[in-house]
Nanobody, 129 residues
Framework: QVQLVESGGGFVQAGDSLTLSCRVS????????VGWFRQAPGKEREFVAC?????????????LYASSVKGRFTISRDNAKNTVYLQMNRLKPEDTAVYYC?????????????????RGQGTQVTVSS
């Protein structure tokens, strides 16, 4: 069974930075495309960013961002640690949400949460003005 564990959320001021981590463990092991999604109170879950799996595709290691975070957030992966990071800079109050990590072995890049087979429990990010 695949497990995703997020960490790094917290309470920050507008303009601050946070780095979220998502560690992928369990079986089957291997190479996953990982996505971050978020859900604010009273709103639908929305795509934030994703990074494609490292092999088996010409898009290996490619990234995709929501327009609302592009230029402020950076997604990266450390395959040796089975961990994906979401570096969030210049945070805004509208970034306040529960952030979820998702993973899938077959999808390459997708903004659709239903394309991912696995999902973490989420980590809260609160940005105060």
């Amino acid at each position: 069974q695949v497990q995703l564990v997020e960490s790094g959320g917290g309470f920050v001021q507008a303009g601050d930075s946070l780095t979220l981590s998502c560690r992928v463990s369990g079986r089957p092991g291997g190479d996953y495309t990982v996505g971050w999604f978020r859900q604010a109170p009273g709103k639908e879950r929305e795509f934030v960013a994703c990074v494609s799996r490292s092999g088996g595709t010409t898009l290996a290691g490619n990234t995709l961002y929501a327009s609302s975070v592009k230029g402020r957030f950076t997604i990266s992966r450390d395959n040796a640690k089975n961990t994906v990071y979401l570096q969030m800079n210049r945070l805004k109050p509208e970034d306040t949400a529960v952030y979820y990590c998702t993973a899938d072995k077959t999808v390459v890049l997708s903004r659709n949460i239903n394309a991912y087979d696995y999902r973490g429990q989420g980590t809260q990010v609160t940005v105060s003005s």
